[in-house]
């Protein structure tokens, strides 16, 4: 399977993504071919090298003739339907700038169908994510994973004045999406960057394994403090590890060392974090400077989750600093059943495991109640529960 990772160390625009493609050996003339067929006016596609911080890149300009118009998603999408693009390309293509309109619909209050494109509906902006959706297809990716993404901080002028940043369509495009720090003051996450990411990441989190084939880099048209440029890898995973394990997200582990807190207090903080909504909660035992002992306490969370756990763990323990990383996460498919057993029916989770096989579960809880209804042990009941899902599957 081929896939890329983008390493949005420095944010995402569109001009870096094109760039950073074209560089990992996507043919320009091909993607100029497709820009073409747009019929924007006198719109080319110009690339130099460049060094950003000392480091190569690949900027690429979108050069065309002054013009005015602004335009509608339908103008957009009825440009790209005549012209000679590829059907994934265009599919790519009409899925980024739906994106697009969907942010800017909710931002304005209004419909997709009445949003009013202003700097998105530019030449450049249309050249860049429609040279994207030509030059994605052309490298043949089929899967892409992207790192946590920087927005910068500061303001930024836009068609309707100063606006903080994030612009306010990509706030709302990066929704759900993990975000990074960076004490970088400018826009370093454009509306049409977020778009691309949406609509084309399948999951967040560190590069995932693969055999490389190319790195491209992209740079962006600002300098700063450090290198503005973004990363792209492209190269073949396992597709026996793909399909073994379909399932596949990001999540945030927070972390904290402990060694002046009571038991209580662990407790009590561990019963707090599982009713938030933490995805897993779990303790160590630690040996610790001074030769105190300790608690390792290790939280799983869902992107968007981590503020909010890491307030309530500094709120209701000793701690000074919680450690926080992105990882990714791969999960076995899996459903809830309930099996007849002679104390009541049990309730169970059935996991789908690479080989086609399933495995069943029984819940401790609901084995436990079965067990202080019928005065058995638990043990009894699980292991009639397990028989039961055999019986039933033919096992």
């Known amino acids: 399977m081929r896939i ?20 990992a050996g ?18 080319s596609l110009a690339v130099q090298q460049v060094k950003k911080r000392g480091f190569r890149a690949t900027q690429l300009t979108v050069e065309h003739e002054p013009e005015h118009a602004h335009r509608h998603l339908h103008h957009i999408e009825e440009m ?50 429609v040279g994207t959706a030509i030059a994605w297809d052309l490298a043949g ?3 892409a994973v992207c790192s946590p993404i920087p927005t910068g901080h500061g303001f930024v002028m836009i068609a309707h004045g100063r606006c903080s940043i994030p612009a306010p369509a990509t706030a709302e495009l990066l929704t759900g999406i993990p975000l ?29 394994a693969m055999t490389i084939n190319a790195i491209g880099y992209g740079a962006g048209q600002k300098d700063f403090d450090h290198p503005n440029l973004l990363r792209l890898v492209i ?32 407790g009590r903080c561990v019963e707090l974090l599982w009713s938030a909504g933490a995805l897993d909660v779990a303790t160590a035992p630690l040996h610790m400077k001074h030769n105190r002992p300790g608690v390792l306490l290790i939280v799983q969370c869902r992107p968007g989750d981590d503020q909010c756990l890491s307030e309530l763990i500094f709120r209701e323990t000793s701690t000074l600093g919680v450690r926080r990383q992105v990882m990714h996460r791969l999960t076995l498919p899996r459903r809830t059943v309930t099996v007849p057993t002679p104390w009541g029916d049990v309730a169970g989770v059935v996991a789908t495991l690479p080989d086609g096989s399933e495995r069943f579960s029984p819940e401790y809880r609901s084995c436990v109640a079965a067990s202080d209804l019928h005065a058995v042990t638990w043990r009894q009941v699980d292991a009639a529960s397990r028989q039961a899902f055999l019986n039933a599957s033919g096992g």
């Open 4 to 23: 890329a990772y983008l390493d949005c160390a420095s944010g995402i625009a569109g001009d870096m993504m094109l760039g950073a493609l074209i560089d």
């Open 26 to 43: 996507v043919d320009l003339a091909a993607v100029q071919a497709g820009i073409d067929s747009l019929g924007l006016p006198s719109c």
């Open 80 to 129: 790209i339907e005549r012209s000679t693009l590829a059907p994934r390309q265009r599919a790519l293509a009409l899925a980024i700038f739906g994106k697009l309109a969907a942010a800017e619909a909710k931002v304005h209050g209004t419909t997709i169908d009445k949003v009013h494109f202003h700097e998105v509906g530019a030449v450049d902006s249309i050249a860049d994510i």
């Open 141 to 143: 990716i089929e899967r």
């Open 180 to 208: 990074a720090p960076h004490d970088a003051e400018g826009e370093l996450t454009t509306p049409t960057g977020a778009a691309i990411a949406a609509a084309l990441v399948d999951d967040y989190g560190p590069l995932p």
């Open 235 to 266: 190269g073949e995973g396992d597709d026996a590890w793909t399909a073994a394990s379909p399932n596949s997200d990001a999540i945030v582990v927070l972390e904290t060392n402990i060694d002046d807190g009571t038991g209580e207090m662990i």
